[in-house]
């Protein structure tokens, strides 16, 4: 445990708490405008899934466009137990992330052996069937959709979101983490060094599944309402363009993806008429003037801090 | 009993039968030589030997067990590991990370411990780096450990590949044209690095090459294939006199 609290990871941890407190005072005080709660619990929920994402499509280089699907499975998993089945939200969070580990195992297996387009599109559908599928399903509500209390607050939310990053870094940050590295770098050459190829795509994709299952519990226990419209391919875009904005391949670049795109979303209600077309001009000047997204591949580091030679030990957490 | 054992393999494409009824036998410590004129079936035989490709037919044992079925990261954990022809580093990772991608398949951490960073991954990294080091130093690509892959040199991308190759802890090692691209300087260097890691890490090495300084410098004994048939073998001295190698190469005229 000694490595856990090395001075870099408590800076991080100090600078992570200040955040939570700033924020938590400030609802506490009551001058939080409540827009600007959205604005913040929408961060947070992709930030979950922009970088659960770019472990699939960064770390592991699989193509996939079914993150809404993983999401809404998430969602009315955990809706389920805690509307349904009057459970508490802790049991439903973790319930919803797991079903949507188990559609990512299953879905992974089979389709894990496509490569590149082929796998987009097969993971493209996989994600409109599990729209449909629950727009066909009555007790859930259907096209209507069903409602939730809302029981997610900031103290769940950010939490749980910087438990969900610390455990990608972490993973990332291991030897599993390079080997799925490695079958991006060079499938062939990662196999012959002795990485088991198949193992290690399925797992960043199921993990990368298990996220999005829980930041779609998150969503669904904050939005009153979950519907299968909100899961459509569209939804798997926006997670797809925050990654690639942030730069594919980085955490740090999938958290500020997260944060510029929702923040610009949010900034561009007041026109609607307007917004998209200003996104995507926004998205075709980044593409042409910064192809590999805001961060490149780089992540943040805090290393400075750190001793000399500390280096390995010097992730955060 | 040797440690490779090679028996009537053959390979077809389709209707292209790229090899047929090879039989090579390799023994504990020998350094053998696979040559042969372009499209003669050198590397195919490579990639069936590491479970790229299907054989078609044959057999081939491996210290006395059968490879046929096996996964090319099954093949690498049963002691056998390549180098490409054309360089396959993971050119965006650092020198070092490529070496430990290597270790990756003996190190005894989960990704349980990984996850939550429990002690065994701190002692699992600690020695990763430290293997990772003591082998870079062998290799003289120390003080470029944190460079990364794509920026070195041509000649260091291929030392760093045969390094990379070395630390899956192979009793074999398959070169495949390690010196391609090199010059006269720098394969002599390369014969006498290939010379001292087979003494250093006791391994047994069969390579591919179409430099004739070197095949005929380093090797012991030497398969000459062409057209997917082996058409000769023996030591370097009677493959220079073999007729049937020199048509091959020459064309029959010379002969």
């Known amino acids: ?317 | 009993m040797p440690l490779l054992k090679i028996e009537n393999l053959s390979k077809s494409f389709g209707g292209l039968k790229a090899l047929s009824n090879l039989d090579i036998e390799i023994n504990q410590g020998e350094l053998i030589g696979l040559i042969g004129p372009n499209g003669a079936g050198k590397t195919t035989v490579f990639n069936i030997l590491t479970g790229v490709y299907e054989k078609t037919e044959g057999k081939m044992t491996f210290m006395d067990k059968d490879l046929s079925g096996l996964k090319p990261y099954q093949v690498t954990l049963r002691g056998m590991a390549r180098t490409f022809q054309n360089i396959r580093l993971f050119n965006d990772l650092s020198v070092i990370d490529n070496v430990k991608v290597a270790y990756h398949q003996r190190t005894s951490y989960s990704s349980i411990s990984a996850l939550f960073r429990l002690p065994s991954y701190y002692s699992g990294e600690e020695e990763m780096q430290r293997k990772a080091m003591e082998l870079l130093k062998i290799f003289n690509l120390a003080d470029k450990a944190e460079e990364t892959a794509k920026n070195l040199p041509y000649g260091e991308q291929r030392r760093l590949e045969i390094a990379r190759a070395l630390a899956t802890d192979p009793q074999l090692l398959l070169l495949d044209e390690p010196a391609a691209g090199m010059n006269p300087q720098e394969t002599h260097d390369l014969m006498n690095l290939i010379r001292w890691i087979r003494e250093k890490f006791k391994l047994t090495i069969l390579l591919i090459e179409h430099d004739m300084s070197l095949v005929m410098g380093v090797c012991e004994r030497i398969y000459v294939l062409d057209y997917g048939v082996i058409i000769a073998q023996g030591t370097p001295d009677d493959i220079k006199r073999n007729p049937k190698v020199i048509e091959a190469y020459l064309g029959e005229e010379v002969v």
């Not at chain 1, 604005?39 to 970088?51: E, F, G, K, M, V």
């Not at chain 1, 797991?98 to 996989?126: H, M, W």
């Not at chain 1, 209390?149 to 939310?157: C, E, L």
């Not at chain 1, 990662?190 to 990485?195: D, I, K, L, R, T």
Request: hydrophobic residues 55%; positive net charge; glycine residues 12%.
């Open chain 1, 1 to 317: 445990m000694r490595n856990w609290f090395n001075r870099k990871n408590s800076i991080t941890l100090l600078g992570i708490v200040l955040l939570y407190a700033v924020v938590q005072g400030l609802i506490v005080l009551d001058i939080m405008p409540p827009f600007y709660m959205l604005t913040l619990i929408l961060i947070c929920i992709y930030i979950i899934l922009s970088t659960s994402l770019n472990l699939i499509n960064g770390i592991a280089g699989q193509f996939s466009v079914g993150h809404a699907g993983f999401m809404a499975v998430g969602a009315y998993v955990s809706a389920m137990i805690t509307v349904l089945l009057k459970g508490p939200l802790i049991l439903g969070l973790l319930a919803g992330a797991t079903g949507a580990a188990l559609a990512g195992l299953i879905v992974g297996l089979p389709t894990l052996r496509l490569k590149g387009d082929y796998l987009a599109i097969a993971t493209l559908g996989f994600g409109e069937i599990v729209r449909i599928v629950f727009l066909n399903m009555d007790f859930v509500g259907g096209a209507a959709g069903l409602t939730l209390p809302k029981q997610i607050t900031w103290s769940w939310a950010f939490p749980l979101m910087v438990l969900s990053v610390i455990l990608i870094k972490n993973f990332v940050g291991s030897t599993h983490g390079r080997a799925c590295i490695s079958i991006r770098e060079n499938e062939i050459a990662a196999e012959s060094m002795g990485v088991n190829t198949t193992k290690y795509k399925v797992m960043a994709f199921t993990m990368g599944a298990f996220f999005a299952g829980l930041a779609g519990g998150i969503y669904a226990n904050y939005m009153y309402i979950i519907q299968p419209g909100t899961f459509s391919f569209l939804k798997s875009f926006d997670i797809l363009v925050m990654v690639v904005l942030g730069g594919l391949g980085s955490i740090s670049g999938a958290i500020v993806g997260a944060i510029v795109y929702t923040f610009i979303s949010a900034l561009l209600t007041g026109i609607p008429e307007w917004r998209l077309v200003i996104t995507a001009v926004f998205l075709i000047v980044m593409m042409m003037f910064r192809p590999t997204g805001i961060m490149g591949t780089k992540e943040f580091s805090l290393s400075f801090l750190g001793k000399k030679g500390d280096k390995n030990a010097a992730s955060k957490n």
